[in-house]
Structures are given as C-alpha cells and as structure tokens.
C-alpha cells in the first residue's frame, strides 16, 4: 500500500519521528512510503495516490502547529486508513511525573479534539511522543526517545500488512 507521512515541526522531533516511521516500514514491510514537510510541500500533496496517511505534528502553546491542521481541515481522508502522531513534551512530562490527569487532558486536547474537528480522520492508531523545547536563555530540553516510535512504526505496518490480507 502507497503511504504518506506528513508532519510539520520546529525543533524536530516530528521530524525524526516520521523518518523512524518511513525506515521501518519501508525496511520491514516494504511498503512504498513518501515523506513530506507540510512546511515545504503543504499545496501539492494528492491524497488519492495513497490508501495510507500518517500525518503528524508538534505542539506548541498546547496547539498543533497550523500547517498540519490546515492539512487535516482541508483534505478528505474517508477511505484512507489513517494513524496520527503529536510530539510534545509536556504531556510526557506529564505522564513521566505520574500526573495523569494533566496526561488525560493534554491528550484529550492534543488528539481527541483536534480529530472531533476533522471527521473524515478516522485514526487506527493515535500516539503521543516526547519532544524538544528551548526556553529563551536556556539549554534545549528534551523527552523524546527513539524506541516508542520504532514500537508505533511496527504497529502501523501489521495493521497495514493485516488490511492488506483482507482486502
């Protein structure tokens, strides 16, 4: 199955995510997979040259970067078997300092409402990975790791690899 993975990041962590993600299913599913910046290639994409989307984002001030939302609210994915990814860190803080309401809600801010607003995203999956930040006048901070991604990305491609089979 063709797949798209679309993110839009800063500090580039959804960026490292999306390239983990591509190698893995590429690698270990040989599946055909194309990558695309929303910051550079936002207009050109044609979603019907794909039965697969991953589109993910990075937070900031609690919201997706607007790139990426613009790319959910102006596509339809009915019919695309669809995974979304934030990159965050502080609902991982969050989660890491056992406080799981803030956890709840973050994520509930962060995925849930964010996709109540797109309807035609019907995710199989949805995960929240670590992220990067820089306070002004301080060292860059981060709490993403590789291996939640590397875990995710084989998720998806027995999700696909199982599509595949029943199709």
């Not at 591509?22 to 055909?32: F, Q, V």
């Not at 994409?45 to 997706?64: A, E, F, H, P």
């Not at 509930?108 to 995203?121: A, G, H, I, R, S």
């Amino acid at each position: 199955m063709k797949t798209l993975i679309t993110f839009r990041t800063k500090m580039g962590k959804s960026a490292e995510s999306a390239k983990i993600i591509a190698s893995i299913l590429r690698e270990k599913y040989t599946l055909e997979v194309e990558v695309v910046d929303l910051k550079e290639n936002e207009k050109d994409i044609d979603l019907d040259t794909y039965q697969v989307v991953i589109i993910g984002s990075g937070i900031r001030m609690g919201k997706w970067y607007r790139r990426a939302r613009k790319f959910l609210q102006k596509n339809d994915f009915s019919g695309k078997k669809t995974f979304v990814y934030v990159c965050s860190m502080g609902i991982i803080d969050a989660q890491e300092k056992n406080k799981q309401r803030e956890y709840q809600q973050k994520r509930k801010q962060y995925l849930q409402d964010v996709l109540e607003k797109n309807p035609t995203v019907k995710p199989l999956s949805t995960v929240v990975f670590g992220g990067r930040k820089k306070p002004k006048k301080e060292q860059k901070r981060e709490n993403w790791k590789p291996e939640p991604v590397e875990k995710w990305a084989e998720e998806i491609g027995k999700k696909i690899k199982e599509e595949e089979i029943k199709s």
